[in-house]
């Protein structure tokens, strides 16, 4: 079963900088898989952030950034805020099946 | 701007079909490059996929939920539907629907647009 590897828990200093991952356990990710990222608050629902690696969706911050580094992809915040402090999931295309990261909770303090 | 809302009873009991409708608003659900979805999460924890469909027809549904899921399109209503069989207490969830952009000359793959979510309890 493949799956899609994410750290549970992230912590960060305002005004720091965070390179959250996404894996796989069953090789390297690269960007034919369309990795793409989502921001989850308590009690909303998901908010796109990235997608096909490395493009911003509208309207997002450009201190969040998407690349590949080695094998997984990541997903950077550049002087984090407090209102980044949130859930994160990693999304990936894997020949017209949806795989979803457990999701990492990112601190801000 | 694409609108997206799910609608369905609250509460179902276990071993009966769990029914929901997303009703799209904003664009035609016939447009092309792009898969209808759900998506759901179970209380305090992550996000799953559940399944997703063409207008035109292809279903595509996650292999853990596949024999249970139905995703279907009413393309006259401009809405979307998705069916959920044998239900117990492990499938209580906040369901969303969502727009999934996989291109069409260009290819994309990502959830576009999000449904703020129902919450479906599975209880007798």
């Known amino acids: 079963q493949t799956v899609v590897t994410q750290e549970p828990s992230f912590s960060v200093s305002p005004g720091g900088t965070v390179t959250l991952t996404c894996g796989l356990n069953s090789g390297p990710v690269s960007t034919s898989y369309f990795p793409s990222w989502y921001q989850q608050k308590p009690g909303q629902a998901p908010r796109t952030l990235i997608y096909r690696t490395n493009t911003r969706s509208s309207g997002v911050p450009d201190r969040f950034s998407g690349s590949i580094l080695g094998n997984k992809a990541a997903l950077t915040i550049t002087g984090a805020q407090a209102d980044d402090e949130a859930d994160y999931y990693c999304v990936l295309y894997l020949s017209s099946v949806i795989l979803i990261g457990g999701g990492t909770k990112l601190t801000v303090l | 701007q694409v609108r997206l809302q799910e609608s369905g009873p609250g509460l179902v009991k276990p071993s009966q079909t769990l029914s929901l409708t997303c009703t799209v608003s904003g664009d035609s659900i016939s447009s092309d490059g792009y898969y209808w979805s759900w998506i759901r999460q179970p209380p305090g924890k992550g996000l799953e996929w559940i399944g997703y469909?063409?207008?035109?027809?292809?279903?595509y549904y996650n292999p853990s939920l596949k024999s249970r899921v139905t995703i279907s399109v009413d393309t006259s209503k401009n809405q979307f539907s998705l069916k959920l069989s044998s239900v117990t207490a492990a499938d209580t969830a906040v369901y969303y629907c969502?727009?999934?952009?996989?291109?069409?000359?260009?290819?994309?793959?990502?959830?576009?647009?999000w449904g703020q979510g129902t919450l479906v309890t599975v209880s007798s």
């Open positions: 969502a727009r999934y952009y996989y291109g069409s000359r260009n290819f994309y793959n990502y959830f576009q647009h």
């Open positions: 469909m063409y207008y035109s027809g292809s279903t």
